[in-house]
């Protein structure tokens, strides 16, 4: 057990191509991180540093208080999972678990009595004796998850581990792999693409892109306070909304209604000094269907009418999907790009036409007709479209709560809404570690906590 | 392109094709055999099947030490190149496939260009190399070319082979503790060993079916192998073709090398490397 410090960590590749850029995290002993980001983002290679299967161009690695940039790694004490599980095909499950302590010398009595261990916690003791060709894909993992427990190493590595598995075996596996870290208490830095693993799995969650650290947090706290626009639209599902937004005369207007600025954030607004032009962007369980919404609360946002396009029950939720003009302000900016290429949507304006909202389930709003819905002004997030950052950020973090108030006269600053859902104080983690001042496009978002 | 179903017509026509080929590849060993269970006087005997069935020639060449002496030679001779060319091929296939080191391509290029050099060309300055270092006429002066000339076919080879295994396989012998050494010996050559045999095959054939060196490196018995002794097979009188003996000694080393291949054929075709990662 240990922890792993990354410090200012940077891999060039010899064609000159920056794979991960300054990289700075500290991983307490015994803490589950995920390391999440779309294809292509240098998460693994980040993983296959702190393993020491890919050298380190700049920075230092420190595990358990050492540095091991030079180190092999049959000298860094870590245990890697492998996304094709990479199980010797020659050897059997007994043989495949033990090949680690057979390699240090351990005697033979003490090899077996841990693989017997580890393969009671797996559930493979029946299979101790068949060879990898044999086992289906989820006995395959646990293989794989028990080559690596049965050295009691300094920290678990997991790259992708997940992604070969169906879906229902996937779910199942995650609460295993959850309760396996627990119980062991290791270090585990933990890769994956998908962020509804990185939100359930992770004691802390370190969103890449472009081999830039963007944030790391708590699942909670990247959810509701997202630094960037990239950080935003990756985390959730289904994603926020964007819309495009302009300020005229003290108010945010957007496709869905004019909102009520707080001064602080028209002044955070205007010293970045990129315009008028924002992107707002509103999560989908911030709109409700207006007949679900008190009196008392209507006032905290706004409501508008839409024809509904599509309305998926999904029993305890329903979601409905409509679309806004893209005349009144479409959205660009290169991270939204890249998000809807990662999400398999070529054309990344998309992003900001079709909204979708989730509403109460009692609803009787239907398919194809106009419906009357409200978005909570409180919970929306203002972006800069040039640098990417969250500006609401820094004004929610110091009220804690309404930065927005809806342009409708009747609004009265109400103090019942004080703790309203999306205004959670933006800096509570300490050990949330300070997201990269960047060198690159995003620009620096570190400051915004 | 044919469709999926064959027709009674093509199945036909490829029938034919198949016995055609065949035919071709087996009538003159088939003629060989023949010929090896011939009495002296019945060789030219046009007739396929032999009218009076012997094994006198066999007994002829299996009784003197002119043929069993250099049989022994080859089987030596042939084992101790094919082991050493093997194991040092799959080290350098190993650096071809998986590492990146300046002159790489210049390695392979050589290689290749060992592979197709006219070895008729050669002969006369190993002749007299081998002469100098002592080692006319020993069994080092043919293990040593045929090593060198097996070994770039088995390079080729065998980095195929390696270029299959999944490369994580190794990662994770790394991160479990291996040297590089160790991750070779232990997880990447069993994983190989297909391809080994296979290559294995190839380089002893190449060494058991040699007639060049084995002729012009060698001058008696003690060295010779069995394809060059044939060559000084005598018949009955100064004026008798031993065409018998001849034909014997050419089954006798056909069957080791049938034998070899019925034997590792399961193993050549079998890949190893199935469930190392989701198939």
């Known amino acids: ?449 | 392109m044919a469709a999926v179903t064959t027709t009674p017509r093509q199945k036909v026509g490829w029938g034919t094709a198949n016995v055609v080929v065949i035919a071709l590849a087996l009538i003159p060993v088939l003629w060989m055999a023949s010929l090896s269970f011939k009495t002296p006087a019945a060789i030219l005997d046009p007739s396929f099947i032999p009218a009076q069935w012997t094994l006198g020639n066999y007994d002829q060449i299996l009784s003197t030490s002119q043929f069993i002496h250099p049989l022994i030679n080859s089987i030596g001779i042939g084992l101790i190149a094919t082991v050493v060319a093997v194991v040092l091929a799959s080290m350098a296939a190993y650096a071809v496939a998986r590492l990146r080191f300046p002159g790489k391509g210049v390695l392979i290029g050589m290689a290749l260009l060992i592979a197709i050099f006219p070895q008729i060309a050669l002969v006369t300055p190993l002749f007299n190399i081998e002469r100098a270092l002592g080692l006319f006429n020993t069994w080092p002066g043919l293990i040593i070319p045929y090593i060198a000339f097996g070994l770039p076919l088995a390079i080729y080879v065998l980095s195929a082979f390696f270029r299959e295994i999944p490369w994580e396989l190794e990662k994770a012998a790394y991160v479990d503790g291996a040297t590089p050494f160790q991750a070779f010996v232990r997880v990447i050559a069993p994983l190989a060993a297909p391809g080994m045999v296979t290559t294995a095959i190839l380089v002893f054939l190449a060494c058991w079916n040699d007639f060049l060196f084995a002729i012009s490196f060698t001058s008696t018995i003690s060295s010779r192998t069995a394809p060059a002794a044939m060559e000084y097979f005598s018949g009955s009188s100064q004026f008798t073709v031993p065409t018998g003996p001849i034909s014997a000694a050419a089954c006798v080393i056909t069957i080791p090398i049938i034998v070899f291949v019925l034997f590792f054929q399961r193993r050549i075709v079998a890949g190893l490397t199935s469930g190392a990662v989701k198939g």
């Open chain 1, 1 to 449: 057990m240990a922890e792993i410090i990354l410090d200012h960590v940077t891999k060039r590749y010899p064609d000159g191509a920056l794979a991960v850029q300054d990289f700075t995290m500290d991983i307490a002993d015994g803490e589950f991180v995920i390391l999440v980001g779309p294809s292509g983002c240098g998460k693994s290679t980040t993983l296959n540093m702190i393993a020491g299967l890919e050298d380190i161009s700049e920075g230092e690695l420190r595990i358990g208080g050492q540095v091991v940039n030079n180190k092999s790694p049959k000298d860094r004490d870590i245990a890697m999972v492998f996304q094709s599980y990479a199980l010797y095909p020659h050897m059997t499950v007994r043989q495949n678990m033990g090949f680690a302590l057979k390699l240090a010398k351990t005697p033979q009595n003490v090899i077996d009595e841990k693989v017997e261990e580890a393969a009671r916690i797996l559930d493979l003791t029946q299979h101790l004796d068949r060879r990898p060709a044999n086992l289906s894909g989820g006995q395959r993992q646990r293989v794989a998850m028990g080559r690596a427990i049965v050295r009691d190493p300094a920290a678990f590595l997991m790259d992708e581990p997940l992604s070969n598995l169906d879906a229902k075996l996937r779910v199942q596996t995650r609460t295993e792999i959850s309760r396996l870290q627990r119980r062991l208490g290791t270090t585990t830095v933990y890769v994956t693409h998908d962020q509804t693993e990185a939100l359930t799995l992770g004691d802390r969650v370190a969103v890449m892109r472009s081999g830039i650290l963007q944030q790391v947090a708590s699942p909670k706290e990247l959810y509701d306070t997202p630094v960037n626009l990239f950080v935003a639209g990756f985390i959730g599902s289904p994603a926020m909304n964007f819309v495009g937004g302009s300020i005229e005369d003290g108010k945010l207007r957007t496709s869905l209604g004019d909102f009520t600025m707080s001064d602080q954030l028209r002044r955070e607004v205007e010293s970045e000094g990129t315009g008028r032009e924002v992107i707002v962007g509103v999560r989908p369980e911030n709109f409700e269907d207006v007949a679900f919404v008190s009196p008392s609360h209507r006032a905290d946002g706004i409501t508008f009418h839409a024809t509904i396009d599509v309305l998926e029950s999904l029993g305890s939720d329903v979601f409905v999907y409509f679309t806004r003009g893209r005349d009144q302000g479409g959205v660009a900016s290169a991270e939204l790009e890249e998000l809807a290429q990662d999400a398999g949507r070529g054309d990344a304006g998309g992003s900001g036409d079709t909204i979708a909202a989730r509403i109460d389930a009692e609803t009787q709003i239907r398919e194809g007709h106009d419906a009357e819905l409200w978005v909570d002004g409180r919970s929306i997030h203002v972006f800069d479209p040039a640098s990417g950052r969250n500006l609401s950020l820094a004004v929610r973090g110091n009220d804690g709560a309404a930065v927005i108030r809806p342009a409708s006269p009747s609004a009265s600053p109400s103090a019942d809404t004080a703790a309203g859902a999306g205004g959670q104080p933006a800096a509570t983690d300490t050990g949330s570690g300070e997201p990269v001042s960047g060198a690159g496009s995003t620009g620096s978002t570190g400051e915004a906590t």
